[in-house]
Nanobody, 125 residues
Framework: QVQLVESGGGSVQPGESLTLSCVVSGIGMDDSHIGWFRQVPGKEREEVACISKTSLNTYYARSAEGRFTISRDNAKSTVYLQMNSLQPEDTATYYC??????????????????WGQGTQVTVSS
């Protein structure tokens, strides 16, 4: 059984930082690409960042590049999303997802198979 559990969300003020964690079980970390996605009510789920199974490749959405950093510690079965300089438009439910189907991941939500339950990030004054 594949399970991904996000944590680390919360409420912060603009300019502050948060680090999200995704603990993965039921799949081999070395064989799984991991992505972070986010969604707000009434909008489609959008990509934030993705990382290849060995950390050799990362992708960042334009909205995240330069502010967010995705990383992973396969020995701890955990993927992280460090979010700096948070802004109100970053408010969303953040999900992590796993892809075992592809040699090279596609960082778009429809191509990912296993999802966590999400963690809420709220950025407001």
């Amino acid at each position: 059984q594949v399970q991904l559990v996000e944590s680390g969300g919360g409420s912060v003020q603009p300019g502050e930082s948060l680090t999200l964690s995704c603990v993965v079980s039921g799949i081999g970390m070395d064989d799984s690409h991991i992505g972070w996605f986010r969604q707000v009510p009434g909008k489609e789920r959008e990509e934030v960042a993705c990382i290849s199974k060995t950390s050799l490749n990362t992708y960042y959405a334009r909205s995240a590049e330069g502010r967010f950093t995705i990383s992973r510690d396969n020995a701890k079965s955990t993927v992280y999303l460090q979010m700096n300089s948070l802004q109100p438009e970053d408010t969303a439910t953040y999900y992590c997802a796993a892809d075992q189907r592809r040699s090279v991941y596609v960082c778009l939500a429809q191509f990912w198979d296993s999802w966590g339950q999400g963690t809420q990030v709220t950025v407001s004054s």
